[in-house]
């Protein structure tokens, strides 16, 4: 299957994240849709993944970022039936290497995908940075 992938804020299947973030995420779940689509509003940058033939969002990253020198990646995702198509690396390749951000200072959570960011300079913090851990009900 051929995909394209797009950063065109406007292409982005709203329907399509929120049910993916709200059903089947480990994280950010205790986002109601005005919180997500406040997010999307407020987004610096987001990338899509659609199948080329009909146009269907199957992935999705977010950033947000002061737009100088730093940005923080969010909410990625490969819809399951598309996994294995490199689809992840695509997109976090657009999302970081080859968009305006490409020299800053990123940072993002994860606890399972540690593989995938490796692969794009991502590390474990160096003793500049800390982390004030979310409150509770938004872990």
């Known amino acids: 299957m051929d995909y394209e992938l797009d950063d065109d804020p406007a292409r982005i299947q709203r329907d399509v994240v929120w049910n993916w973030l709200s059903a089947d995420a480990y994280w950010g779940r205790w986002r109601t849709r005005a919180d997500l689509d406040a997010q999307l509003d407020a987004a610096w940058r987001v990338v899509g993944a659609y199948r080329a033939d009909t146009g269907e969002q199957v992935g999705f990253a977010r950033a947000a970022s002061d737009g100088v020198s730093f940005a923080y990646l969010a ?52 003793q500049t940075a800390m982390v004030r851990p979310a409150a509770p009900h938004m872990r």
């Open 75 to 126: 909410d990625v995702f490969v819809l399951p039936a598309h996994q294995g198509a490199a689809l992840g690396k695509r997109l976090v390749a657009l999302m970081i290497d080859d968009g305006p951000g490409r020299d800053f200072r990123w940072t993002l959570f994860t606890k399972d995908a540690h593989t995938l960011y490796e692969q794009f300079g991502f590390a474990a913090p160096d």
